[in-house]
C-alpha cells in the first residue's frame, strides 16, 4: 500500500470518518473472528479483541507523528491477535488459581443482597475473580493484584474491571 492511501486512512480515523471505519471493520473483521474461533474463542470474544485493536489504532491515529507504513487492516488484525492471545494466556492462569463457588456462599433467606448473590452465580470466573479483587481491596493492593492478573498497568485492570461490570449489568437486564 503506498504512502498516500495509508495517509488517507489516518486521516479519515483521525476525523471519525464512518463510512471508513465500517469499511475497515468489514475488512478486517472476519479475519480476527476466525483467528478467534480457530483458537477456542467465541464471536464475543472476537468482537472484543477487534474493539480493543481499534480503539488503540484510533489512539495512536490521533498522535499527528504516528504514520502507518503498512494498510490499517495489517494493523488491526495483529493488534486483535495479541489481545486475543494475552486473554488465552490470561485464562489459563486464571484458571490454575483457586476460587471459591459462589454457590458455596451461604445466602441468607429474604436478604436484600440476594439479587447481587444471583448475578455473582452468574458470571464468568475471570470477572468474578477480577471484581471481587477490586472492590475488596485497597487500590495500593489492586495495582499489584493487576500485576499478578497479568495486566500490563493500572488501566488494563480498570478497562477489564468496566467489562465485567458491563457483564454483570448484562445479566440483570436480561433477569
Given at each position: 500500500?503506498?504512502?498516500?492511501?495509508?495517509?488517507?486512512?489516518?486521516?479519515?480515523?483521525?476525523?471519525?470518518?464512518?463510512?471508513?471505519c465500517?469499511?475497515?471493520y468489514?475488512?478486517?473483521?472476519?479475519?480476527?473472528?476466525?483467528?478467534?474461533?480457530?483458537?477456542?474463542?467465541?464471536?464475543?470474544?472476537?468482537?472484543?479483541?477487534?474493539?480493543?485493536?481499534?480503539?488503540?489504532?484510533?489512539?495512536?491515529?490521533?498522535?499527528?507523528?504516528?504514520?502507518?507504513?503498512?494498510?490499517?487492516?495489517?494493523?488491526?488484525?495483529?493488534?486483535?491477535?495479541?489481545?486475543?492471545?494475552?486473554?488465552?494466556?490470561?485464562?489459563?492462569?486464571?484458571?490454575?488459581?483457586?476460587?471459591?463457588?459462589?454457590?458455596?456462599?451461604?445466602e441468607?433467606?429474604?436478604?436484600p443482597?440476594?439479587?447481587?448473590?444471583a448475578?455473582?452465580?452468574?458470571?464468568?470466573?475471570?470477572?468474578?475473580?477480577?471484581?471481587?479483587?477490586?472492590?475488596?481491596?485497597?487500590k495500593?493492593?489492586?495495582?499489584?493484584?493487576?500485576?499478578?492478573?497479568?495486566?500490563?498497568?493500572?488501566?488494563?485492570?480498570?478497562?477489564?474491571?468496566?467489562?465485567?461490570?458491563?457483564?454483570?449489568?448484562?445479566?440483570?437486564?436480561?433477569?
Amino acid at each position: 500500500m503506498d504512502p498516500q492511501q495509508n495517509n488517507e486512512w489516518l486521516l479519515a480515523l483521525r476525523t471519525g470518518d464512518r463510512p471508513a471505519c465500517e469499511a475497515l471493520y468489514s475488512e478486517c473483521f472476519p479475519a480476527v473472528e476466525r483467528m478467534v474461533l480457530l483458537r477456542g474463542g467465541t464471536r464475543p470474544d472476537a468482537e472484543d479483541a477487534f474493539q480493543e485493536a481499534f480503539m488503540a489504532l484510533c489512539q495512536r491515529a490521533a498522535d499527528p507523528l504516528f504514520r502507518l507504513t503498512a494498510p490499517p487492516s495489517h494493523f488491526l488484525i495483529a493488534a486483535a491477535r495479541r489481545q486475543w492471545l494475552k486473554r488465552l494466556r490470561e485464562r489459563e492462569r486464571l484458571s490454575s488459581q483457586p476460587l471459591p463457588d459462589p454457590a458455596d456462599c451461604p445466602e441468607p433467606a429474604h436478604s436484600p443482597l440476594a439479587p447481587l448473590y444471583a448475578v455473582l452465580k452468574r458470571l464468568t470466573q475471570h470477572c468474578l475473580l477480577l471484581l471481587s479483587k477490586a472492590f475488596l481491596l485497597p487500590k495500593k493492593q489492586q495495582e499489584k493484584v493487576a500485576e499478578e492478573l497479568g495486566y500490563k498497568n493500572r488501566h488494563s485492570f480498570d478497562n477489564q474491571k468496566y467489562k465485567c461490570l458491563q457483564q454483570a449489568r448484562k445479566i440483570v437486564r436480561k433477569g
